[in-house]
């Protein structure tokens, strides 16, 4: 797949909202599941959610379930985050991947990586 970067990233008040996006390089976007994890300092690499290559599949983490909402544009190549009533323990650098096989919440499935983008909630 090559090269995933994210961006969207920022700082925002608990209860706001922020899209995430990740834009990959390739032509074979579409074949490829997508993740979202993050990583809080002095934590494990936790998972957020995934999306099949057509978009018909979706599976998140049930600390974000009903408030985040992933999403793709094939034609564009990226996929997204949508991040609503956020709250301060959501603070995290979050990273999209790419997995050629199934979604899947194992970070293990998943080939390429994005280096993250940092997203903080005050509260």
């Known amino acids: 797949q090559g090269q995933l970067v994210e961006s969207g990233g920022g700082l925002v008040q608990a209860g706001g909202s922020l899209r995430l996006a990740c834009a990959a390089s390739g032509r074979t976007f579409s074949r490829y599941a997508m993740g979202w994890f993050r990583q809080a300092p002095g934590k494990e690499r936790e998972f957020v959610a995934t999306i099949s290559g057509n978009g018909a599949v979706t599976y998140y983490a049930g600390s974000v379930k009903g408030r985040f909402t992933i999403s793709r544009d094939n034609a564009k190549n990226t996929v997204y985050l949508q991040m609503n009533s956020l709250k301060p323990e959501d603070t995290a650098v979050y990273s999209c991947?790419?997995?050629?096989?199934?979604?899947?919440?194992?970070?293990?499935?998943?080939?390429?990586w994005g280096q993250g983008t940092q997203v903080t909630v005050s509260s």
């Open positions: 991947a790419a997995s050629s096989t199934y979604t899947s919440s194992a970070p293990s499935v998943y080939n390429y």
